[in-house]
């Protein structure tokens, strides 16, 4: 297994325009996660996933943002009508539910993120 | 809500020990995360601390007191490998359980 895999690794776009980015978890994780990171910030949780269902939804993420698991795999986030505000890098994690930290439970191993500049 | 307090930036010796202290506000404590992560890369995990207590992991320790709502991660025999940012996050069982990061302490290690 190669880690968490995102694609893609930079996006420049303008304003205005859509945009879609795409986590490869831990074949065996089966809690996936988005978040966002401003330079200089922690990371702030987005959303996640337990298999295919979305469970969790932050107030971050308004209307113009949705994000799939289809097949409780890959995830995609998608940004519609990007603006200014919305660059950052977006980071994807997963991780598994059952056990504890010290086992590798819960602990969250991120992507490289993909990072978002809207001109 | 959850409120994570941590230094926005530190600066060390090479060979020195180095303490990066996290203050957190929690409803349903469930375990604080450090994470270590060097500039434009992702965080990796370093420890984890649910009991109070020190958790010792070879140059790297991290401590904790629930009744304070503190932690620290220290760091000893500093190398300049160990320049980046440190991030603290807890876990909230009131908040789905879901890890909330603090805004990072950037260590910088000088020779």
């Known amino acids: 297994d190669t880690g968490v895999s995102q694609d893609p690794r930079h996006k420049i776009t303008k304003r205005g325009q859509n945009v879609t980015f795409r986590c490869d978890p831990i074949?065996?994780?089966?809690?996936l996660y988005w978040y966002r990171q401003t330079l200089g910030q922690g990371p702030e949780f987005l959303t996640y996933?337990?298999?295919?269902?979305?469970?969790?939804k932050s107030r971050l993420l308004s209307d113009r943002f949705s994000a799939e698991r289809p097949k409780g795999s890959f995830s995609t986030l998608e940004i519609q009508r990007t603006e200014q505000g919305d660059s950052a890098m977006y980071l994807c994690?997963?991780?598994?539910?059952?056990?504890?930290?010290?086992?590798?439970?819960?602990?969250?191993?991120f992507g490289a993120g993909s990072r978002l500049t809207v001109l | 809500g959850q409120n994570i307090d941590q230094p926005t930036e530190m600066t060390a010796t090479e060979g020195a020990i180095v303490q990066i202290n996290c203050t957190y506000q929690?409803?349903?404590?469930?375990?604080l995360f450090w994470y270590q992560q060097h500039a434009g890369e992702a965080p990796t995990f370093l420890s984890y601390?649910?009991?109070?207590g020190l958790e010792e992991k070879g140059r790297f320790s991290s401590f904790l007191s629930r009744s304070k709502g503190y932690s620290y991660l220290l760091l000893k025999e500093l190398q300049m490998k160990d320049s980046a940012s440190y991030l603290c996050?807890?876990?909230?069982?009131?908040?789905?359980?879901?890890?909330?990061f603090g805004g990072g302490t950037r260590l910088m290690v000088k020779p």
């Open positions: 994690a997963s991780s598994l539910v059952y056990g504890t930290p010290h086992s590798g439970a819960n602990v969250l191993t």
């Open positions: 074949s065996e994780h089966n809690r």
């Open positions: 996933f337990q298999n295919e269902a979305q469970l969790e």
């Open positions: 929690t409803s349903g404590f469930n375990g």
């Open positions: 601390n649910v009991l109070d």
């Open positions: 996050a807890v876990r909230d069982r009131n908040a789905g359980n879901m890890l909330t």
